[in-house]
């Protein structure tokens, strides 16, 4: 028998916010090779690309948490599958924090080593965007979105979902031409889902034809 969502939207917050902090107390403080004898300026240089991750991955993390807010305001009731694939994509954004720290600290490694982070990194973030694809074709498939949505719609936000994990894969193919480009494409990237699209809230004052 199928549920009301608020749950799981409540649950799905929680993980996220727990991300958020967890990610500013690995990214977010002095490697052991910070110099400290040349002062607060030249230890807080030295820790530029941890702070470039924190940055773009705070991005990422934020524009998950959008795109979970805007998607489950049309899912009305949730079944087991459901949630089982919403659990899948909390993995993925748990696995973030972790992956964003390799990533900022081998920035200052080897090609092989920036490569391989940088490939840990876009797992991450497509297995994220794999499961908000595999979580909305399921809502739609068994009748657990609101009744009132148009189909159009549907159809609309699941092209957008789709668009996700390719432009990720253009962004990890930067990363052989540059790892510090390939983070600066990730930015810009999320700056296009800040755009308002499909499914997105409306602006205030704006009429919208979609449900609450």
Do not use: K
Not at 5 to 17: G, K, N, T
Not at 192 to 201: A, E, K, Q, S, T
């Amino acid at each position: 028998m199928a549920r009301d969502a608020s749950r799981v939207e409540a649950f799905s917050d929680a993980v996220i916010a727990i991300v958020l902090t967890l990610m500013a107390v690995e990214l977010l403080q002095f490697g052991p090779d910070a110099p400290d004898d040349r002062g607060l300026p030249a230890a807080l240089a030295h820790e530029w690309r941890a702070y470039l991750a924190y940055v773009i991955t705070f991005a990422v993390v934020g524009q998950v948490w959008l795109t979970h807010h805007n998607m489950w305001r049309y899912v009305c009731r949730v079944d087991q599958m459901l949630l089982v694939l919403n659990l899948l994509l909390l993995m993925f954004v748990a696995a973030i924090p972790f992956t964003a720290n390799l990533l900022a600290d081998n920035l200052r490694g080897s090609a092989g080593d920036q490569r391989l982070t940088a490939a840990l990194y876009v797992g991450t973030v497509l297995g994220e965007a794999t499961f908000f694809n595999l979580s909305w074709w399921w809502a739609r498939r068994r009748g657990l979105l609101h009744p009132d949505l148009d189909p159009r719609l549907a159809r609309a936000v699941a092209r957008r979902f789709r668009l996700g994990p390719l432009l990720y894969l253009v962004a990890f193919a930067v990363v052989f031409v540059d790892p510090i480009l390939s983070l600066l494409a990730y930015l810009l990237l999320i700056g296009l889902y800040v755009i308002r699209g499909p499914g997105d809230l409306p602006r205030a004052g704006q009429e919208a034809a979609e449900p609450s």
